[in-house]
């Protein structure tokens, strides 16, 4: 997180938790039981590259027996990866990889469903990527500074946004939003300097400021992608608007039955 709290989370529902930090040659460890600082040392000279090691054990008084859930730990792992092209984290002796970034994500969330090759666009700031497939719900993945946020907020609400001005000023047409976006798969991955999150586990967004000047960013960047890529912008139209014919057949379909 951004000030801690999980850390302190976890040292207090730990047996035993330690954080060892090494620079330079040199380590200092602190070690906490049951939440109580008991040992702290320092100076050591150690052969290991800079980084911190934490470890931690699960206090049985508080969870009785404890299972880790694996599924869970690795697709916040792959995710980790996602974000970070070309960063290696090995779970359990298994190597977990990604060099496309977010096209990864995509690509492995869509596999032989997409309609057209994964588009992408990668800055420092801005980092997106999607797809259409045959489904009949949207899919998003959104990201603030590294943490995933389950519930979207204000950056997912500017894609979706976005990529709608975007589809409707390249055809020139005015294709409603669950026209566009039906089938979509989509990813974005942002940096804030101060981020807004409206809980304590940063699942949402909340900060309004950033809407506008970002929906107009990702309107650009789609509007480019599109041009660059006239055969996937033509499979793209051509699911619109067969989506907005189905959407007006079943209106009158129910118009007539009521």
């Known amino acids: 997180g951004l000030n801690g709290v999980g850390t302190k989370a976890v040292n207090a529902l730990s047996e035993r938790f330690s954080v060892r930090s090494f620079r330079d040659g040199q380590s200092v460890e602190a070690t906490f039981t049951r939440g109580k600082l008991h040992l702290e040392e320092g100076g050591e000279a150690v052969q290991e590259p800079n980084g911190t090691e934490i470890s931690f054990v699960a206090d049985p008084e508080i969870f009785g027996e404890v299972q880790f859930q694996e599924e869970m730990i690795r697709r916040r792992v792959r995710l980790y990866t996602y974000l970070n092209p070309n ?22 969330e869509t596999e032989a469903e997409a309609l057209y090759p994964p588009l992408q666009f990668r800055e420092a ?10 489904r009949y719900q949207e899919n998003y993945f959104s990201f603030v500074n590294g943490q ?9 609400s500017a894609f979706r946004e976005g990529v709608l001005k975007a589809v409707n000023e390249f055809s020139k047409k005015r294709f409603e939003g669950d026209d566009v976006r039906e089938g979509l798969v989509g990813a974005i991955a942002i940096k804030l300097k101060e981020p807004v999150f409206e809980s304590q586990t940063k699942n949402k967004l909340g900060n309004t400021e950033i809407r506008s000047e970002l929906m107009n960013r990702v309107h650009d960047v789609v509007l480019d992608l599109l041009h660059r890529n006239p055969r ?9 608007e067969e989506t907005q ?4 057949e079943l209106q009158s379909v129910k118009k007539i039955a009521r």
């Open 87 to 108: 960063l290696t984290i090995v779970y359990n002796g298994t190597p977990y990889l990604s060099q496309g970034g977010l096209l990864d994500l995509v690509n492995e």
């Open 125 to 134: 700031g801005l980092d997106l990527s999607l797809t259409h497939t045959g």
């Open 148 to 156: 995933f946020t389950a519930h979207g907020g204000t950056h997912l």
């Open 232 to 240: 996937t912008a033509e499979t793209i139209l051509l699911k619109v």
């Open 245 to 248: 014919k189905l959407r007006k």
